[in-house]
Each structure stands twice: as C-alpha cells, then as structure tokens.
C-alpha cells in the first residue's frame, strides 16, 4: 500500500502570511498511463471535504488562485499564499494512483 | 448542480448489519466509478471501497474486505454499501465520493454516520 505522510504547520499561521503543506508518498505516484494521480482536499470544520487541487497542480473550479500545488514523483506541496479566515481547516493530500486508495493524515491549518 | 445524498446510517451492536445508500443527481451517475470514504470521530479520511461506473469492478480496503459489499442501480442513480459483521471501529462518517483517479474527490455528499455499540 502507499503510505502518504504529511507535516504540520507551525501552528498557528499569520493571517495574510503563506504556508506551504508537504506531503511524501512512500512510492512514486505516476501512473502507467504517465499522469500523477495526486489530489489536494480541504475539510472546513462541520463540513466534507472538498476537492482543491488535482494531477498535483490543478485547481478545480471555484477555488481561489491563492491556492497552489506542485511536485513530481513522490514530494507533493499546496501552498497558500495569502492565508484568509476562510482557510481554517485540515488539508489532506490523496493518492488514487492505485488501490487502495490512500490519505495524508491530515494538515491542521489554524489562524491568528 | 451535482448532489450525493447518502442515508442509512444508525446505530448497531457489534455484529450488526446496515445498508447504506447514495442518490446521485445532476450528472449521468451511470458514467462515473463511485466511492465511500469513511472518517471516524476526530480521525482523519478513510478509503472504504470504489466500483466502476457498470459495477464490474469492485475494490475494497482490507479492514472491510469480505464484510463490506458496494454495488450500484444505474437505473435508480443509486450506490450502496452493505454493512455486515460490523465492529465498534467501523464507527464513522460515510462519505459517498464521486469518480476516481483524475477525479477523485470531485465531489463529496454530506454524509451518514454510522455507531457501532453495544
């Protein structure tokens, strides 16, 4: 199975200040096909997650361009760069390379 | 508007069994694979199982394998998770996800929490 491990942030993060979340898979995550399947969720508090980033570097629709994603193989990393109150939550990176399907344990985003 | 509307859940003894259910509205569900993805209480995001888009294909994590059955209505837009042999740590929020690989994620419903005590 691939194992995605995530970093914390140095809690909690200046609003209008960037933070970066790191997420390691633990095997590459390319595809046969040559796509990466790496995605990008935020779980705002009381709600499901939803989907920000996807093939490591797409936003999906709606999502506001302070959200960022890069990477290659098997280092992943959102950035944000302006933090707003809205992006308190818990981000987590997911693998859909192959199955089972895996998760980050998760990147608590607190603001003050 | 895409919409998952997932129901089913309750509370169960261990050794239980639920069926869990997802409407899909908005989109031609019988084009999509489908998920559940599962989180227990202040616990992080769980995959449970995927099937494609004819239920051909099915794929199951192994903490549910040979317990846990997904399958789909095409013809109602409709997935499900059968639930059997249940363990207080299957506790959790059931999330019915749309799509996979490029996609996964896309699209999530609120979710149905499913206990399970004694």
């Known amino acids: 199975d691939i194992v995605m491990t995530q970093t914390p942030l140095p809690s909690p993060v200046t609003l209008g200040q960037p933070a970066s979340i790191s997420c390691r898979s633990s095997e590459s995550l390319v595809h046969s096909g040559g796509d990466t399947y790496l995605n990008w969720l935020q779980q705002r508090p009381g709600q499901p997650p939803r989907l920000l980033i996807y093939k490591i570097s797409n936003r999906f629709s709606g999502v506001p361009d302070r959200f960022s994603g890069s990477g290659a193989g098997t280092d992943f990393t959102l950035k944000i760069s302006r933090v707003e109150p809205e992006d308190v939550g818990i981000y987590y990176c997911?693998?859909?390379?192959?199955?089972?399907?895996?998760f980050g344990g998760g990147t608590k985003l607190e603001i003050k | 508007e895409v919409q998952l509307l997932e129901s089913g859940g309750d509370l169960v003894q261990p050794g239980g069994s639920l069926r869990l259910s997802c409407v899909a509205s908005?989109?031609?569900?019988?084009?999509?694979?489908m998920n559940w993805v599962r989180q227990a209480p202040g616990k992080g995001l769980e995959w449970v199982s995927s099937i494609s888009s004819s239920g051909g294909d099915t794929y199951y994590a192994d903490s549910v394998k040979g317990r846990f059955t997904i399958s789909r209505d095409n013809s109602k837009n409709t997935l499900f998770l059968q639930l059997n042999s249940l363990r207080v740590e299957d506790t959790a929020v059931y999330y019915c996800?749309?799509?996979?690989?490029?996609?996964?994620?896309?699209?999530w419903g609120q979710g149905t929490l499913v206990t399970v005590s004694s």
């Open positions: 996800v749309k799509d996979w690989s490029i996609w996964f994620g896309v699209t």
């Open positions: 908005g989109f031609t569900f019988s084009s999509y694979a």
């Open positions: 997911a693998q859909a390379t192959q199955f089972p399907l895996t």
